[in-house]
């Protein structure tokens, strides 16, 4: 069974940059797409983009000049990097498998932006 | 960027009730939807994908219809464990999109 668990800081300052590391577990990060999907508190899903093991990338265009994908194919790692957060970018910061639908999915890891 | 649309927002329902929720885009998506359904505090399940493919061990009262710009996910038959926010999301194109979300409680 394929898990998936991410990492990160919990809490933050404004204009320091969020890094989350996804750890996927039971499979191969090979062969697949790696998506980091977001949700702020009590509000819906926002998608921040996907990588394919291979490293090619898709951001969404509202992020795209702070946001960085990269994956650990050594380490079944993939992992997310946000610079210069703000409190509109306190959320539950999730990543799934998949590029087109989502079928697994870590547990959710809370990033709270705060001075 | 394609917008999608749920309605309605909030549903109270009771077991064992048909339960009807809708999506619709923005643009033609063909069958490019996919729903999911998540519980206070968890993570979205995948339920429904490609508009009426339903997702290994989800039960068969879930099933998905439409394509174009107007799709459903109808519940045949409420169970307790069904009270929970449900969302549709487009993979048509990206950015990928998700519905404002259905919350669906007991009546």
């Known amino acids: 069974q394929v898990q998936l668990q991410e990492s990160g800081p919990g809490l933050m300052k404004p204009s320091e940059t969020l890094s989350l590391t996804c750890t996927v577990s039971?499979?191969?990060?090979?062969?697949?797409?790696w998506t980091w999907i977001r949700q702020p508190p009590g509000k819906g899903l926002e998608w921040i983009g996907y990588?394919?093991?291979?490293?090619?990338?898709n951001y969404n265009p509202s992020l795209k000049s702070r946001v960085t994908i990269s994956v650990d194919t050594s380490k079944n790692q993939f992992s997310l990097k946000l610079r210069s957060v703000t409190a509109a970018d306190t959320a539950v910061y999730f990543c799934?498998?998949?590029?087109?639908?989502?079928?697994?999915w870590g547990q959710g890891s809370l990033v709270t932006v705060s001075s | 960027d394609i917008q999608m649309t749920q309605s309605p927002s909030s549903l109270s329902a009771s077991v064992g009730d048909r339960v009807t929720i809708t999506c619709r885009a923005s643009?033609?998506?063909?069958?490019?939807l996919n729903w999911y359904q998540q519980k206070s505090g968890k993570a979205p399940k995948l339920l429904i994908y490609s508009a009426s493919s339903l997702q290994s061990g989800v039960p068969s009262r879930f099933s998905g219809s439409g394509s174009g710009t107007d799709f459903a996910l109808t519940i045949s038959s409420l169970q307790p464990e069904d009270f929970a926010t449900y969302y549709c999301?487009?993979?048509?194109?990206?950015?990928?999109?998700f519905g404002q979300g259905t919350k669906l409680e007991i009546k």
């Open positions: 799934a498998r998949g590029a087109y639908h989502f079928d697994y």
């Open positions: 039971g499979g191969s990060i090979t062969s697949y797409y």
């Open positions: 999301q487009q993979s048509y194109g990206t950015p990928r999109s």
């Open positions: 990588i394919y093991y291979s490293g090619s990338t």
């Open positions: 643009q033609s998506i063909s069958n490019y």
